[in-house]
Every structure is written in C-alpha cells, then in structure tokens.
C-alpha cells in the first residue's frame, strides 16, 4: 500500500497547491488510495492522470477541470518595501519557502518556492507577485518539495500540541502528570548535566569577553 502511494506521489507534480482538495500532493497520492477519483490534479494534467490509471491498473478517467486552474512555472516575490510584517503568508505557504517574522520584512527563499499561489490571497496588501521561471527551474525546485512539505506538517503538528497545553485547567493537569512521570522514568544524572551547563554557560563568558580565563577556570574547577 505505502509503496503505491510512494509510486503515486512520484507522478504528482509537487505543487503543493491543495487544488485537488487535499493539503498536498502526497495527502492526495493517499486519498487515491482510498478511493478517492484521480483525475483531480489539474496542475499535472491529463498526462499525470494517465500515469496514474496505469499504476492503479484503472480505466483512464478525463482531466477534472473544475479543480483547475493550471499553475505556471513560477515564483512568488514580495514587494518588500510594501510589506506590513504580518506574518500571515508564512502561515500559507505549505513548504515553509517564506522568511520573517512579526512586523518585519517578510521574503520568498526561491530555492523552495514551488509556485503554488497559496501566500497570494491572504497578504493583506497585495504585495507578493508571481515571476514566471523556466520548466527546469520550477522542477528542480519541485523535486525536493515533498520534504519541505512533510517537514512544515511537523511543525504544525507541534504547534497544535502545544495549543493542546491550553485548552484546560484538568487537561492540562492530564498532560502535566504524563510529562512528569516520563521524565521521572529517564535514566539521567542530572547533577552531572546541570554541572556541565555550568560550565558550558562560565565557557561562553569567556567567548563574549565578559570575564577573563583565570576566573572562568577558577569558578569551574568549584562546580
Ligand atoms: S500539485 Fe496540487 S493539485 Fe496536484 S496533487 Fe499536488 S496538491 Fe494536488
Ligand atoms: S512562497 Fe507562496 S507561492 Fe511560494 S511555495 Fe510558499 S505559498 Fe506557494
Ligand atoms: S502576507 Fe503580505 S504583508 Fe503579510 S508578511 Fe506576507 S508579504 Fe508581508
């Protein structure tokens, strides 16, 4: 099974767009697995449908158009001078291709953009455009979006569990306990560790010239 939805997804053109009503290309890849039809990726194209009928061994089905439209070679760029800081474009983007953070400049790392228009709408004040790149640009960028992908998925995932942490005074004692408890469960000498995170913190005093050596190695050789 896994390694059909690997052969799939080999085939999706890694846009990343979420067109065919799924996150990404590899959420779909899985949902054709399910059953769900495979000729919704209108950024493949009739070619890419195809492809899929013959890994499925399934009739071959048109080109469904209503999760259009195609997606150009391209990438977005943000009219930085324009840009307000608010971070909601790095929300978008699905292969964490975008920098900033709060207040601040915001731009597009083209190394990982895939093109996929998802940071358009919500920019406030319309200040990303799309510059169209060569097909061999935009496939070289598109091979390595499924790790990018799955990697902002992760982190996602984290936030939301940390979100978890708020939800409730008696959830929270819940998730508290079992925290504990899995820290009470390691094996760790921890007067050793906070012994050399002394040290650690007296070795950059040194580096940040606040203190001098003779002093640093005296404190360390008390701890
Ligand atoms: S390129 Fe877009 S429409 Fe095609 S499979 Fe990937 S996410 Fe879906
Ligand atoms: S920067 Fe915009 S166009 Fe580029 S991958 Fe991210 S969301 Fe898509
Ligand atoms: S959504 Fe627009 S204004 Fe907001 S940070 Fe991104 S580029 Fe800047």
């Not at 400049?105 to 953009?113: A, G, R, T």
Request: aromatic share 2%; charged share 30%; net charge negative.
């Amino acid at each position: 099974m896994s390694n059909l939805i690997e052969l799939i997804n080999a085939e999706l053109p890694q846009f990343q767009c979420g067109r065919c009503e799924t996150p990404g290309c590899r959420p779909y890849a899985e949902e054709i697995i399910n059953g769900s039809p495979h000729n919704r990726c209108v950024p493949g194209g009739q070619e890419t449908a195809d492809k899929i009928s013959k890994i499925l061994n399934a009739n071959k089905l048109l080109l469904d158009h209503d999760y259009g439209p195609e997606i150009k070679p391209q990438v977005a760029y943000i009219v930085e001078e324009d840009c307000i800081g608010c971070t909601k474009c790095i929300d978008a983007c699905p292969v964490d291709a975008i920098n900033g953070a709060a207040n601040l400049m915001h731009n597009v790392i083209n190394d990982l953009c895939t093109g996929c228009e998802l940071c358009i709408d919500p920019c406030p004040v319309d200040c990303i455009e799309l510059i169209e790149v060569s097909e061999e640009q935009s496939l070289k960028i598109r091979k390595d979006s499924d790790h990018f992908f799955q990697l902002k998925n992760e982190l996602l995932q984290r936030k939301n569990k940390k979100t978890k942490l708020n939800k409730s005074i008696s959830e929270n004692l819940d998730i508290a306990n079992t925290i504990n408890q899995k820290l009470s469960n390691r094996n760790l000498d921890k007067e050793k560790l906070i012994k050399k995170l002394q040290a650690e913190m007296l070795d950059s005093q040194r580096v940040e010239k606040h203190m001098n050596a003779s002093d640093i190695e005296e404190l360390k050789k008390q701890l």
